[in-house]
């Protein structure tokens, strides 16, 4: 018999390559022999594939079977090739149509009752699949309306192997097989798409409320220190909640990397950004992403077009957190492998939080520290100069008292739906500057093309006090340009064509405005 060739994908990171499934049947002694680089759990794909295949009623032929996964230098992870793997060696028997089989990408996990098992990732594979040129994709019945949620492409749920060789024109004894349910992964603390609070319930803070506008309309790091109890994280909570809608890009990216992540979607596309909080034990792996078989997203990645949230940022290991500085800039991570390397987005605001002291007290009129100086020092020296230098905004939030209570009770606070209309118009009139440009927020544009080709720089009376700061080492040059971008966003929600003397001020208090 011919040699039959069908499709699968592999993926490393978020980007999927095309793998070419071939198999070939020759009269010797059986046999079953997978090559082209598989790990350990594709290679047991042979004991897999023939035992579903005798039990899905569509048995091997007792012969010498050799499959190749092409191109062999590309590593192959996983059980997510087990259906090409099988219809490729049916349709080398001659049970199906290998026109029909080469013109199909199939991707799915064989159980060994011959029915379909739901994979990790369906989605970035399929996304492959259609940018490689393919515009039919088999899946497991539970993968696919995940599937469908990629445009362009027609979607084949089955439920088992025996479906996908009926529909590739083999004639069998009809069974019907009940298809295997997606695992219940649902995430208590999962907050995609979902309004955490309202803005307005924040009492007594207009200026932290004011720089979270600022932080949202540009899209600006922020640093929230404070007592405890002022506020910081119910604040941090409200950020997703003013950032505006996803377009259709950024929300399959997202879906991508929670399916990627074993958190496929539940009811759709969310177009809502992502939050993401994790907790002070995570590692350094579990920040960024990684794995020793399949490299997977971290918290960083998740957060991607949305908020990463570290609260009690002085808790996390100083590894952990300085494992941020490469994606704050580059807005990708990149995971380094002996045989690969596995890039992801990472394009996210970063919010930490933290109390000035061990004790939380100090700065507080009503309760004494008890933290020696030096202690406090230690403390906030867990995060690292270099960490805080890339964050924009940097605010202390105070306690609120009695009467800012009675005030706040008085004078509501801006909603969340109002503050989003504000980012929204802000973003739009950034947008609008940036046209012909790779960027699309006051954050996102490199400083010296700020200064120099952007023709964005004030200059003049208005950045005077900056220049000052610069000249006297209170700000770093990365400092420099961030406070002119942040006091480009203030221009921005106020309405002005160019930010003026009290933007730069106001800018510049947003930076260095971390003492009680």
């Avoid at 259906?83 to 991707?107: D, F, K, N």
Wanted: charged letters at 20%; one cysteine or more.
């Amino acid at each position: 018999m011919p040699v039959a060739r069908t499709r699968s994908v592999a993926l490393l990171g978020l980007a999927g390559s095309i793998v070419e499934v071939e198999a070939d049947l020759s009269a010797q002694l059986p046999a079953f022999i997978i090559i082209g680089l598989p790990d350990a759990a594709l290679g047991e794909a042979r004991d897999r594939v023939r035992a579903a295949a005798v039990n899905a009623g569509c048995p091997l032929p007792q012969r010498r079977l050799t499959v190749n996964l092409s191109p062999a230098a590309l590593p192959k992870h996983g059980s997510g090739f087990d259906l090409a793997i099988a219809v490729a060696c049916l349709a080398a028997a001659g049970e199906i149509s290998s026109e029909s089989v080469e013109r199909v990408v199939h991707l799915g996990e064989l159980g060994l009752d011959g029915r379909l098992r739901p994979i990790d990732g369906i989605l970035p594979a399929v996304l492959a699949a259609v940018r490689a040129g393919y515009d039919t994709v088999m899946v497991p019945a539970a993968n696919a309306d995940e599937a469908r949620l990629v445009p362009g492409v027609a979607v084949l749920g089955v439920a088992s192997l025996l479906d996908a060789a009926v529909h590739h024109g083999g004639v069998f004894d009809s069974r019907v097989f009940e298809p295997v349910p997606a695992p219940d992964r649902a995430d208590p603390d999962d907050r995609l798409g979902e309004p955490v609070g309202d803005l307005a319930d924040v009492a007594g803070n207009d200026s932290a409320v004011e720089a979270l506008l600022a932080a949202a309309a540009g899209g600006h790091h922020v640093f929230l220190l404070g007592p405890p109890g002022a506020g910081k994280t119910m604040l941090a909570s409200r950020l997703p909640g003013i950032l505006p809608d996803l377009d259709a890009e950024e929300a399959l990216e997202v879906a991508s990397l929670r399916s990627l992540a074993g958190r496929p979607p539940r009811s759709g596309l969310s177009r809502r950004p992502p939050f993401e909080a994790p907790h002070h034990t995570a590692t350094a792996a579990a920040m960024v992403g990684g794995g020793s078989r399949l490299i997977r997203p971290g918290a960083a990645a998740r957060a991607s077009h949305g908020v990463l949230f570290l609260d009690e940022a002085p808790e996390f290991p100083s590894a952990v957190l300085d494992v941020l500085r490469q994606p704050l800039e580059s807005g990708t991570v990149a995971i380094h492998r002996a045989n690969a390397v596995a890039s992801f987005p990472a394009r996210f605001q970063l919010v930490l939080a933290a109390n000035p002291c061990p004790c939380g007290n100090h700065g507080s009129k009503a309760i004494d520290c008890t933290c020696p100086p030096a202690a406090r020092r230690r403390y906030l020296a867990r995060i690292s100069g270099p960490l805080l230098d890339r964050l924009d905004v940097q605010l202390w939030v105070p306690r609120i008292t009695a009467a800012g209570l009675r005030v706040a009770a008085e004078q509501p606070g801006v909603s969340t739906a109002v503050a989003r209309e504000r980012v929204i118009e802000a973003r739009a009139r950034a947008a609008r500057r940036l046209r012909g440009t790779p960027w699309r927020t006051n954050a996102q544009m490199p400083g010296p093309w700020l200064r120099g080709a952007g023709g964005l720089h004030p200059g003049g009376r208005a950045t005077a006090d900056l220049d000052r700061a610069l000249e006297l080492g209170g700000v770093t040059m990365r400092g420099y340009d961030r406070i002119l971008k942040v006091s480009w966003t203030l221009a921005d929600l106020e309405g002005a064509s160019a930010p003026g003397l009290e933007h730069v001020g106001r800018a510049l208090f947003l930076r260095k405005g971390l003492q009680p």
